[in-house]
């Protein structure tokens, strides 16, 4: 007779948490959560744990060891991305994140990254400010995210609307793989000669200190820089696309709240930001894996399991939110899970940070009395972009008072 395993029995039929979406999520890990700090559900056809609590989606990031992210990102994003750092590890890792990320961090983004950003948030209202309603995921929350990568890397305005496509067909990679795969190649025969220009002629952009940094005695090749610069767009640009789209679907569907941080911006914009990430995080479930066997906090996981990570339960767990339904921006809280946590956290953390900050207050500055076309509550709710782990909403009707 075989033992048993964690994986014997499913706690939820119905929903594939691979791709299918469940309008009803949070209630469903509520549910879940309220029988047990984990479940075992379907998962690409077959069975999965699914994490529930913050405490054990955060031991679960920090546990490099037991949960590797290149076991998963091998197998998900290599295909159209390559070997991005997601599926790096040790030195390569340590080396990789080295040169590509120092942009990133807190001191860099502040200094030389915040003063492009709102420039660039008045030159997309710009576009549609002289009337007096808009569609904002159209016109703004999928297009600024883009845009920003693409200063950053100097690449050239004239081609911003065919790098905004790439950037979405290599997004939705698992709902169209041919349409990424395309996007993939069409992106890198146009970055190669960039980085061939870059090497001989640097500049202050992205792209130049990719080519001419290192980290420990060692450069990237062009196969590293690739990798990295196709990341960018789904890890960076997409999942600020989807977190800006989420506060603003809170904010304009909890009036009171949009009230409370227009009678001070300077007090409660950044509360605003951290709760619609808490209320509705960009990245929902992130997929890992389990190469071996292990017992794990109780758990006993056979080899090869698939593992999720609801940083969505975890954000909504009343061990550590009182009321977690409640879209509050009195909570003070960072919601960090959003960037994950261990040695693969999230790098762009900060630049999300400024970007969403910048965004919002330029919105609000520019589009006085900001709120939504009556009747458009129901369209400007947060729904499923990816299956179950990706949800954003899919349009914003809003209307304004000119100035």
Known sequence: MSPTTVLDQVDIEGVDFAFQDDPDIHAT??????????????????????????????????????????????????????????????????????????????????????????????????????????????????KYPVLVISRLLGLPVADEATVHRWAHDLFYFPLDPEAAMRASREFTEYVVPILQARRRDPGDDLISMLVTESAEGEFLDDEQILSFLRLLFPAGADTTMLALGNTLSALLTHPEQLALLRSDPDEWTQWAIWEGMRWEPPVGLLPRACPRAVAWRGISIPALTPMIFSINAAHRDPAVYERPDDFDITRRKTSMLSFGQGVHSCAGNWLAIAELTTALRVLLERLPDLALVQGSEDAAKVTSQVGVALRGPNALPVQWRRA
């Open 29 to 142: 890990l509520a549910t879940l959560r309220a029988r047990r700090d984990y479940a075992v559900v379907p998962f690409a056809g077959v069975r999965a744990v699914l994490l529930l609590t913050d405490e054990l989606v955060s031991a679960a990031f920090k546990d490099e060891a037991t949960f590797p992210a290149a076991a998963i990102y091998q197998m998900t994003t290599g295909p159209v991305l390559g070997k991005t750092l997601q599926c790096m590890e040790g030195q390569e890792h340590r080396v990789a994140r080295g040169v590509a990320t120092p942009p990133f961090r807190r001191k860099m983004v502040a200094s030389q990254v915040e003063p492009l950003l709102e420039p660039l948030a008045h030159e997309l209202i710009d576009r549609f400010s002289g009337d007096d309603s808009a569609d904002l995921v159209a016109e703004f929350t999928t």
